[in-house]
């Protein structure tokens, strides 16, 4: 089923782009959370809702534009987790650095996933233990890699206002820091080029659920400050605690 979750990402990509190049109108507006959304969040949700619909009828879906109640999540066990422009900001920005992530969770555990960059068309996938880019039409298998001194990756809109990450920088030794927006954090340190990735800040489940799957299928270990991993099992509310993706 990957294959066909890539071709569904790139036409929701497609349909980002649309808005993005200025064929479709922006529509951008403020949702009750002060996050933007543009008509390219809700094409996008719209493709893929459609798409998961006649692929996995059986499997519920939760999407950033359609959180589902409590009531209604509450005896998932596998469902499809979805952010259909994760970066938003950087979409408005004009940056390049947003992507569709979607992911297959089972039993709180992501298990499949997908992250696709509308801008430059690569994705990176991931699903039974192992992950891939595919860039310029050439697909490779990716694995974490180490680095001296190692590279650190932040978010580009939340790194200025976070002393929490600032202070455990500053406490981390040696190191290159480089900000970078979306889950493409996670995607970095899989594919080697980063070696950690620190969260302090807020994130909801739908922002890291495809590329934590990536991270994990390509030798990255994603787990909260306790040192417990990340799960995505139903709970009334959307927030991660704060994690790190890292080599160990």
Known sequence: ????ICQLARKAGDAIMAVYDGEQPLDARQKQDDSPVTAADIAAHNVIKQGLAALDPQTPMLSEEDPQSWSE???????????????????????????????LIEDGKPVLGVVYVPVTGVMYSAAEGKAWKEEKGERKQIHVQEAHPPLVVVSRSHYANDQELQDYLTQLGEHQTVSVGSSLKFCLVAEGEAQLYPRFGPTNIWDTGAGHAVAIAAGAVVKDWTGQTLLYTPKESFLNPGFRVSLF
């Open 1 to 4: 089923m990957l294959e066909q």
């Open 73 to 103: 999540r509450q005896g998932w066990n596998r469902y499809w987790l979805v952010d259909p422009l994760d970066g938003t900001k950087e979409f408005l920005r004009r940056n390049g650095e947003f992507t569709v992530n979607i992911a």
